[in-house]
């Protein structure tokens, strides 16, 4: 089993920056791919940022120039960077991490953060 456990998120007004952070632990053989979604009240999840073990990374347009997403592999943790917030990138964001065991690859989530962007 891997756990993923989120932290960073809170109240921001629109213009200024939050920085999440998403740090594996348990049973882990190799991490491929890590990266957020988010999901905003009453709208679907949607994939805002995904880096692979590589460090190639790739955005959503709505945050392209915005948000940064990177990773420390020695301590398998994802980042989220997000400058220039606006009202509508409130919502729940979520890290994933695809975890490559054996015979499978399987994804996992964290539990979610509240990103609230006041106007």
């Known amino acids: 089993q891997v756990q993923l456990v989120e932290s960073g998120g809170g109240l921001v007004q629109a213009g200024g920056s939050l920085r999440l952070s998403c740090a594996a632990s348990?049973?882990?053989?190799?991490?491929?791919?890590m990266g957020w979604y988010r999901q905003a009240p009453g709208k679907q999840r949607e994939v805002v940022a995904g880096?692979?073990?590589?460090?190639?990374?790739n955005y959503a347009d709505s945050v392209k120039g915005r948000f940064t997403i990177s990773r420390d592999n020695a301590k398998n943790t994802v980042y989220l960077q997000m400058n220039s917030l606006k009202p509508e990138d409130t919502a729940v964001y979520y890290c994933?991490?695809?975890?490559?065991?054996?015979?499978?690859?399987?994804?996992?989530w964290g539990q979610g953060t509240q990103v609230t962007v006041s106007s």
């Open positions: 994933y991490a695809h975890h490559a065991a054996m015979y499978e690859v399987r994804a996992y």
């Open positions: 348990g049973n882990i053989v190799r991490i491929n791919d």
């Open positions: 880096i692979t073990s590589g460090g190639s990374t």
